[in-house]
T-cell receptor, first 115, second 114 residues
Framework: GAGVSQSPRYKVAKRGQDVALRCDPI?????LFWYQQALGQGPEFLTY????????KSGLPSDRFFAERPEGSVSTLKIQRTQQEDSAVYLC???FGRGHAETQYFGPGTRLLVL | GENVEQHPSTLSVQEGDSAVIKCTYS??????FPWYKQELGKGPQLIID?????GEKKDQRIAVTLNKTAKHFSLHITETQPEDSAVYFC?????????????FGQGTILTVHP
């Protein structure tokens, strides 16, 4: 079946622009995670949704970052007034249940470059 | 919060040799430890995971061991093949209000030479 998909795969933005990154999780998966992966590093947690509820946003680096999952399926990560330090790969992952000790399936990521 | 350290950062082996990657974690409440393989331009792919109620798990050429007392876990790949070349990440997650969020190690670049 279909895995986690993300779009766009690549995004180039000028500093100060707003961007929106989309994640389509595996159908029926309750949990959705966003991670940020800087070059040469491991992914770092940004935020977590259980259905449409955002239960943890402790990893969002600033108030310029905003995520939503209004109908409990597709999620969008929005970055306002992008800065060069926002350049990274943004990964989305989903899991079947409520997250604890469950396999997380990752999408291919969106590579964001801020010039 | 949780902190995961991973060693070595790079590992080079000959085809057919074994490869071992080690990780330590800081939060004794962590109870789930997955390993991911990431190829260039792709997202991480789960290769094996272990939960805190077992000490070892094996899947063909791949095995993971967990020592809860010492708070470390290791990935063992036997009979390595060139297609095993990739970046490998360990991760840990705990109970409570963590909701299963993963804390990753820094990654190991594995190169298998034919």
């Amino acid at each position: 079946g279909a895995g986690v998909s993300q779009s766009p795969r690549y995004k180039v933005a000028k500093r100060g622009q707003d961007v929106a990154l989309r994640c389509d999780p595996i159908s029926g998966h309750v949990s959705l995670f966003w991670y940020q992966q800087a070059l040469g590093q491991g992914p770092e947690f940004l935020t977590y949704f259980q259905n449409e509820a955002q239960l943890d946003k402790s990893g969002l680096p600033s108030d310029r970052f905003f995520a939503e999952r209004p109908e409990g399926s597709v999620s969008t990560l929005k970055i306002q007034r992008t800065q060069q330090e926002d350049s990274a790969v943004y990964l989305c992952a989903s899991s079947f249940g409520r997250g604890h000790a469950e396999t997380q399936y990752f999408g291919p990521g969106t590579r964001l470059l801020v010039l | 919060g949780e902190n995961v350290e991973q060693h070595p950062s790079t590992l080079s082996v000959q085809e057919g040799d074994s490869a071992v990657i080690k990780c330590t974690y800081s939060d004794s409440a962590s109870n789930y430890f997955p390993w991911y393989k990431q190829e260039l331009g792709k997202g991480p792919q789960l290769i094996i995971d272990i939960r805190s109620n077992v000490g070892e798990k094996k899947d063909q050429r791949i095995a993971v061991t967990l020592n809860k007392t010492a708070k470390h876990f290791s990935l063992h790949i036997t009979e390595t093949q060139p297609e095993d070349s990739a970046v490998y990440f360990c991760a840990a997650s705990g109970g409570g209000t963590s909701y299963g969020k993963l804390t990753f190690g820094q990654g190991t670049i594995l190169t298998v030479h034919p």
